[in-house]
T-cell receptor
């Protein structure tokens, strides 16, 4: 069982569809993250959850809606997306957040999203 | 604001060559953490190393070595005797001691190692 698992690995959707990305971690972490990786751009932090509470929303459009039902699962609900939202969406987890913790993030393999 | 710059977009080497990937960072904080991640074609970012701002000792792990120099705000990564399996995109990243793990990445360097 890998540490951080993301499904689906690939997703193609139209602009009017509603879909969800799922992330599950088996590392006992209680912080989880969504990152967006677009071509030729740095990885962008989208959301951070600590103990199932959202602690960071990095100016992400409302067509992306995260959900963290427990410390092991994280979802990204998608609706009325635009073609420019096509990207690799990476989930990560880490040990507890806090000043000086400096813990590394463990990433999943990502969900490759294509919006037509 | 914090920023990480990886000026090398792509590097091509032949197997067994040594290669150095550059990373320059900007931060106003005195306490921070620097990271290197490897992203193979499968997409997953693989953690390689973490270094805190108070530890300037260079580190060696097998064929990998890291040179941290606060005076030049650099955290360079060297692969000795490169192998085809080293082909990947390598990211340098920074976390400030702000209370949350806001990992800021550079744009990455694609390393191509040919036989």
């Amino acid at each position: 069982e890998t540490g951080v698992t993301q499904t689906p690995r690939h997703l193609v959707m139209g602009m009017t569809n509603k879909k969800s990305l799922k992330c599950e971690q088996h590392l006992g972490h209680n912080a989880m993250y969504w990152y967006k990786q677009s071509a030729k751009k740095p990885l962008e932090l989208m959301f951070v959850y600590s103990l199932e509470e959202r602690v960071e929303n990095n100016s992400v459009p409302s067509r992306f809606s995260p959900e963290c039902p427990n410390s092991s699962h994280l979802f990204l609900h998608l609706h009325t997306l635009q073609p420019e939202d096509s990207a690799l969406y990476l989930c990560a987890s880490s040990h507890p957040l806090g000043p000086g913790s400096g813990g590394e993030l463990f990433f999943g393999e990502g969900s490759r999203l294509t919006v037509l | 604001a914090q920023k990480v710059t990886q000026a090398q977009t792509e590097i091509s080497v032949v197997e067994k060559e040594d290669v150095t990937l550059d990373c320059v960072y900007e931060t106003r904080d005195t306490t921070y953490y620097l990271f290197w991640y490897k992203q193979p074609p499968s997409g997953e970012l693989v953690f390689l190393i973490r270094r805190n701002s108070f530890d300037e000792q260079n580190e060696i792990s097998g064929r990998y070595s890291w040179n941290f120099q606060k005076s030049t705000s650099s955290f360079n990564f060297t692969i000795t005797a490169s192998q085809v399996v080293d082909s990947a995109v390598y990211f340098c990243a920074l976390i400030e001691n702000t209370g949350f793990q806001k990992l800021v990445f550079g744009t990455g360097t694609r390393l191509l190692v040919s036989p």
